[in-house]
């Protein structure tokens, strides 16, 4: 199973539409997930167009975003469990606020965002990953998304390009 990883797409402030890269790179996925920082709900169409979106909200989406998606969950995908949190939280770095969120919870992969920092790790044999931002790389030098390719076990990879139309 492929899936396309998205987060902190601060959409419409930071970009538009959807950058060219992420339209090609979600092309051919089967799920989606989004770990928050949609800011706008008309951006879940957009991904929709290309697979069946799963989600959290983050700390910058309206409480539309939340009632829809919640602000933490569980999926199941490809026979494997994957906890979706944006990570946001005081006190703790965000892949500890990531890690945390679903302490004692069986889960083979968190997938997390909030720092626009892209991320992969394993940690107690849970694979933590967190896409970057398509949009709005802030500090990092290109934008970045992700995808999880789901069999016997789970491989993620980041994908960086340079512009964002």
């Not at 090609?24 to 928050?36: C, D, K, R």
């Not at 309206?62 to 005081?90: C, L, M, N, P, S």
């Not at 491989?155 to 964002?164: D, G, P």
């Amino acid at each position: 199973m492929l899936i396309g990883v998205v987060s902190d797409t601060h959409m419409p402030h930071k970009a538009k539409a959807l950058p060219k890269a992420l339209i090609e790179g979600l092309t051919g996925t089967e799920l989606i997930i989004h770990a928050g920082d949609w800011t706008s709900p008309d951006v879940i169409a957009m991904l929709e167009r290309f697979a069946p979106v799963e989600s959290v909200a983050g700390n910058n989406d309206g409480t539309d975003i939340v009632r829809r998606f919640g602000r933490k969950r569980i999926v199941e995908a490809g026979g494997k469990r994957i906890g979706i949190v944006h990570g946001d939280g005081y006190g703790r770095s965000t892949p500890d606020n990531a890690f945390q969120a679903f302490a004692g919870q069986h889960v083979d992969a968190i997938v997390f965002g909030h720092s626009h920092v892209p991320y992969k790790d394993v940690r107690d044999g849970i694979l933590m990953f967190n896409p970057g931002s398509p949009t709005d790389k802030r500090i990092q030098q290109k934008y970045s998304f992700g995808l999880l390719r789901v069999g016997a076990r789970i491989e993620a990879k980041h994908i960086y390009f340079a512009r964002k139309d």
